[in-house]
């Protein structure tokens, strides 16, 4: 398969293609730092998803939800290894130890169901979102074939995620009120958001070799984020009979910051 385009310079022969061969160092070592930071993103979100699928057993959730979660977490174990692969091709020699307990999100005085609810909509419906927004908005440029590859098998995944989410809130919504999901939406929103690798500052040059690279700079991100807020979670929650407000107040604070 053929790497090109990556910085115009030709193939070695003898050497298999890499993508980012050629980068300046720091931008290389920015991308290889970007697979790190997703494959411990990734390795969390195993560890959660197979936490939940245990909460979700416990709680009588159809089991086709159970399952999907189960199978959520072998998919994001293998995205995991896809992250590091990736990051030892941009030459990333060491990598953090595997995370051994993902940490839980959700208030403590909440009660189960309520917890898995919440851990459920952040992850699934915000989290999984943002990274399916995220994905595709990467892969409308264009850039290393391996890269591209790697991208779509994991956005593929990340849209059946998110759909599982949406699933579990209307089944939750069928059975009771998840109207108190409302006021935590901002704290699920700035879980979401941070923390991020990249401080603004980059050339419009270095952001768009980043992009070619399957790095979203920082501003674009949340600027993804946000459009996959208006067009696809708040209405979402509406429909489930959840309160956007709080939401939509943190985004309008967000703006005005810049941050
Ligand atoms: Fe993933
Ligand atoms: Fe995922």
Not at 77 to 103: D, F, K, N, S, W
Not at 162 to 173: D, M, N
């Amino acid at each position: 398969m053929n790497d090109a385009p990556d910085d115009g310079c030709p193939a070695d022969p003898g050497l298999p293609r890499r993508p980012g061969r050629t980068m300046p160092a720091a931008l290389r070592q920015l991308v290889a730092e970007t697979w790190v930071f997703r494959r411990q993103e990734e390795l969390d979100a195993s560890l959660r998803f197979a936490r939940l699928a245990g909460a979700l057993e416990q709680l009588a959730t159809p089991e086709t939800l159970v399952e999907l979660a189960r199978r959520a977490s072998e998919d994001e174990r293998r995205h995991a290894g896809m992250c590091e692969l990736m990051a030892r091709t941009y030459g990333q020699e060491v990598m953090p130890p595997v995370p051994l307990v993902a940490r839980e999100t959700a208030p403590r005085d909440l009660g189960l169901r309520e917890r898995v609810l919440y851990e459920v909509v952040a992850a699934c419906c915000i989290s999984e979102t943002e990274s399916t927004a995220g994905l595709t908005s990467v892969l409308a440029v264009d850039g290393p074939p391996r890269v591209r590859a790697v991208l779509r098998d994991i956005l593929r995944d990340e849209v059946a995620h998110s759909r599982l989410g949406w699933a579990y809130l209307a089944h939750a919504a069928e059975a009771g009120d998840v109207s108190l999901l409302s006021p935590y939406l901002p704290e699920m929103l700035e879980e979401s958001v941070s923390p991020r690798l990249f401080a603004k500052g980059l050339s419009d040059a270095d952001s768009a070799t980043l992009l070619a690279h399957g790095v979203l700079p920082h501003a674009r991100k949340l600027e993804v984020f946000i459009q996959a807020l208006h067009d696809v979670v708040f209405p979402g929650l509406e429909r489930c009979g959840v309160d956007t407000t709080p939401g939509r107040q943190w985004v309008a604070r967000r703006r005005q910051s810049g941050a």
